[in-house]
Structures are given as structure tokens and as C-alpha cells.
């Protein structure tokens, strides 16, 4: 996380149209543009600039860094945006729990923890093992408030906006809390995690409340990007089966509502039957439909869904 840029932009535009303010560059940037072009809509003008016109829906965009996003939404600069839940907490938690914007939705994407991490040679036994320490982190907020929680004694947070791993090396603390996503900067700096404080995703943010020609163009997006997360987990699942089997294949269906049954031509004893299947279908499933008498099953990935 890095610190606030100077100049935000001041609220105001087209008030037929909702403001979303996205990060321009970066790890969330590309994740949230695959989101949006997922969603049928367009991202019309060059990323370079601030603004940004979207096709298919009356929507701007607002193009920033991460961290400002959370007090544009608050200040009314946009309306909501896309935000990691670790940069929104931190905000919050500074701003003493009154921060006049909410979590809309959590998006599944952008997926991290927040970790306190130490030495790999020390031994950890426990939040006690970081009393007197000081932790070198751009996360103060969320650190402090889990180091109170954890009675730790003694310890400090030290500000540090990049580089955190190298921070007990340099001998400027002991241990530090930073994002961890696969490990690999800790293992390749010689740290290991001591303790996840926060789990992240992506969320869209929204303004406390918002005019109803607003409001209408956010759910219609609400619309799209719950059939996207929806579509990305579904499944179509196809097969022939036994009719006795019926009652029991919809049971090994992985979060399946009632499935479609077809007779088949020239054999009554047979049925087709069709799911979709919201939960990931394992092969230990489909080794189970096939000892019930099912064959040709087929898994198909579901390009849109919209209940
Ligand atoms: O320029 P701007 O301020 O907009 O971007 P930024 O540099 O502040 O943020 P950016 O683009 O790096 O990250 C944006 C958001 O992505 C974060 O706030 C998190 O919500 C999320 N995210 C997901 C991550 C990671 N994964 C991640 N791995 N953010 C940072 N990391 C870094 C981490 O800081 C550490 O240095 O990756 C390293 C650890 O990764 P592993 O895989 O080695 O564990
Ligand atoms: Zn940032």
C-alpha cells in the first residue's frame, strides 16, 4: 500500500451516470478490467487518463491509484468502486470506524492475507513471542489493532511502503506485516508467517447512499457481476443414466437445482439428464455417477448466467 496522492479529483459529472473508480495499473487493475469486459461492457478510451467512458451501461470510470479509492468513494468524488479489502479496512480503521462508505460486494478476485511475519529460524509460540517488537508495515492500523487484540506487549509498528521483507536484515525491526499471496517473498527473504490478521479479496464499495438513477445503473451492474461469479463456478452437466437412478445421481449433483430429465429414443429404461451444478464438480463425482449407471457425462463450462 502506498500513501495518498495530492490531488483527487472533485465530485460533480453526469448525474445520469455512475462514477466507478477502478485502479489504474497494478494487481487489481487487469482482474477488474477482465471483470468489466466479462460484464459485456466496454472500456472505450485510453487507460492512460483519468476519466474513462464504458459501453453498455451509463457508467465512467474513474482512474486511480488504489489506495485513493476509498476516500473518493466516501468524499463523494465517485460513487463506488473496486478496492482490496485490505486497503478499504485500513482506511476505516484510520478513519475510527465512521467511514461513510460500505462494502457493496465481495468480487472473489485479488485474493491475499495480511501476515505478520518473522525470521524463519525463530521460534514462534504464540502472539507473546512479539512482545517488544517492532513491526515494519504500511498496514498500522490493521496491525496495531491486532496487536492490541492479541494483549502483544510492547510492540510498535514501524512505516514502511515498500521493501517490508527486507526490514529485519536491515535490522530496522523484527518482524513485519505485509501482503502474502503464494510465500514465495517471504521463503526467498528467510521470513515465515507467524500469524494472518486479515484475509482479502476484492470489493466493490459503494457511497452510503445513492439517487435512484444512480442506484438503478449499480444494480444493474450488481446484476452482471453476480452472474459472472455465479457463471464462473457453474457447471452444465449432461449424461444418460438409468431411470431408476435418478433420485440418487441428483443427490451426488454438486449444489444442483432440480435437473431437466429427457426421455431417450428406443430405450424407456434410459433418461438424459441435464444440471447445473453451482459448486466445482470433482472427478471423485463423477466416478460416483458412473458406478450409479450414468454414461457419456459430460462437464461444460457456463459462458452467462442471469437467475
Ligand atoms: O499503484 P497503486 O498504489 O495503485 O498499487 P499498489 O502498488 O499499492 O498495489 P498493487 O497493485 O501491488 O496491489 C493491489 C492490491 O492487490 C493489494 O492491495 C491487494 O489487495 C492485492 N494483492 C493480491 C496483492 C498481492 N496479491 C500481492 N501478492 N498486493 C500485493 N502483493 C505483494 C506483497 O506486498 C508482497 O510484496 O506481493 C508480494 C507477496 O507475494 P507472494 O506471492 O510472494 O506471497
Ligand atoms: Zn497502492
Redesign the pocket.
Known amino acids: ?2 500513501s495518498t496522492t495530492s490531488s483527487l479529483p472533485s465530485s460533480g459529472g453526469d448525474p445520469d451516470r455512475l462514477r466507478l473508480a477502478v ?7 487487469d482482474d477488474t478490467f477482465e471483470l468489466l469486459r466479462q460484464c459485456g461492457l466496454k472500456v472505450s478510451q485510453s487507460r492512460t487518463r483519468l476519466y474513462a467512458r464504458v459501453e453498455g451501461l451509463p457508467i465512467d470510470l474513474l482512474l ?4 485513493d479509492i476509498p476516500a473518493l468513494v466516501a468524499g463523494g468524488a465517485s460513487d463506488v468502486g473496486i ?5 478499504f479496512e485500513e482506511v476505516r480503521l484510520a478513519a475510527g470506524g465512521t467511514f461513510p462508505a460500505k462494502t457493496v460486494q465481495a468480487l472473489g478476485f ?3 492475507r495480511l501476515c505478520i511475519a518473522v525470521p524463519k529460524e525463530m521460534a514462534y509460540d504464540g502472539a507473546a513471542s512479539l512482545n517488544g517488537f517492532r513491526v515494519a508495515t504500511s498496514y498500522a492500523q490493521l496491525t496495531q489493532d491486532w496487536l492490541s487484540k492479541a494483549q502483544v506487549k510492547n510492540a510498535k509498528t514501524v512505516n514502511m511502503n ?1 521493501a ?2 527486507l526490514a529485519p536484515r536491515l535490522g530496522v525491526a523484527e518482524a513485519i506485516c ?11 527473504n528467510g521470513l515465515k508467517v507467524a500469524e494472518t490478521i486479515f484475509e ?3 470489493l466493490l464499495i459503494g457511497a452510503e447512499a445513492l439517487p435512484e438513477a444512480k442506484m438503478t445503473i449499480l444494480e444493474a451492474l450488481l446484476g452482471r457481476i453476480r452472474g459472472v461469479m455465479r457463471s464462473q463456478n457453474a457447471k452444465y452437466v449432461m449424461m444418460n443414466a438409468p431411470r431408476a437412478a435418478i433420485d440418487a445421481i441428483g443427490e451426488v449433483l454438486p449444489g444442483a437445482e432440480a435437473p431437466t430429465v429427457l426421455d431417450l429414443a428406443g430405450d424407456s429404461s434410459k433418461v438424459a439428464i441435464h444440471a447445473v451444478c453451482n459448486e466445482e464438480v470433482l472427478w471423485e463425482q463423477l466416478a460416483d455417477l458412473k458406478a450409479l449407471g450414468a454414461t457419456a457425462i459430460l462437464v461444460l463450462d457456463i459462458d452467462k448466467m442471469l437467475a
Open positions: 500500500m502506498n485502479q489504474k495499473k497494478g494487481r487489481l487493475a486511480v491509484r488504489d489506495d478496492v482490496g479489502g485490505n486497503v485479488s485474493k491475499c515498500g517490508h521483507e505485509d501482503i502474502v499471496s503464494t510465500g514465495a517473498t517471504l521463503e526467498a482479502s479479496e476484492a
